[in-house]
T-cell receptor
Framework: SQKIEQNSEALNIQEGKTATLTCNYT??????LQWYRQDPGRGPVFLLL?????KEKRKERLKVTFDTTLKQSLFHITASQPADSATYLC???????????FGTGTQLKVEL | DTGVSQNPRHKITKRGQNVTFRCDPI?????LYWYRQTLGQGPEFLTY????????KSRLLSDRFSAERPKGSFSTLEIQRTEQGDSAMYLC?????????????FGEGSWLTVV
């Protein structure tokens, strides 16, 4: 069966450190992968998209890698801040036309 | 442009009642999506429209659910004879263009509680 797995345990890190979140998937061959941020009670907010032929994408303090052989994406936040505390969702294109399948998300807590 | 707008933001209803949610996408976005999210889970795809045409429906969308986008602008999601299992946040999203990979913009969601 098709699966998208994100670490269900919350990730607690200290301010200023780099947070690394993992997204693993099985039985998909996505054309692209996206990362979203979601705050409690709010809708997801798009952060980054990486295509299958791209190894790495950066945007300000964010970096995403995409390894289609390992079927894994890593999401990094450098110089993390308490304001980065949120749930981060990865999503795969699984049907074309922007139909996305989401992981369960990983909650990140950045402590002072 | 204020983004994707959803109404109402919160709805509490008794089991068996019908509810309707409205979504106003970002203007000129021709794709509109509905997702459902329960606590601790990621959003689950329900259906999407290309202009006024409903192109795909998830098997999660039972016969009690119906979605429309009559003029290719706003959309409604109706749930008939609500059940407690329908309690969730219903998210609407929109995107521009036909090519895959266009950014999808989500609304703030409509929370449904069935009591």
């Amino acid at each position: 069966s098709q699966k998208i797995e994100q670490n269900s345990e919350a990730l607690n890190i200290q301010e200023g450190k780099t947070a690394t979140l993992t997204c693993n998937y099985t039985n998909y061959s996505p054309a692209y992968l996206q990362w979203y941020r979601q705050d409690p009670g709010r809708g997801p907010v798009f952060l980054l998209l990486i295509r299958e032929n791209e190894k790495e994408k950066r945007k300000e303090r964010l970096k995403v890698t995409f390894d289609t052989t390992l079927k894994q994406s890593l999401f990094h936040i450098t110089a993390s801040q308490p304001a980065d505390s949120a749930t981060y969702l990865c999503a795969l294109d699984t049907g074309g036309g922007n139909k996305l399948t989401f992981g369960t998300g990983t909650q990140l807590k950045v402590e002072l | 442009d204020t983004g994707v707008s959803q109404n109402p933001r919160h709805k509490i209803t008794k089991r068996g009642q019908n509810v309707t949610f409205r979504c106003d996408p970002i203007s000129e976005h021709n794709r509109l999506y509905w997702y459902r999210q329960t606590l601790g889970q990621g959003p689950e795809f329900l259906t999407y429209f290309q202009n006024e045409a409903q192109l795909e429906k998830s098997r999660l969308l039972s016969d009690r659910f119906s979605a429309e986008r009559p003029k290719g602008s706003f959309s409604t999601l109706e749930i008939q004879r609500t059940e407690q299992g329908d309690s969730a946040m219903y998210l609407c999203a929109s995107s521009l263009g036909l090519s895959a990979g266009n950014t999808i913009y989500f609304g703030e969601g409509s929370w449904l509680t069935v009591v």
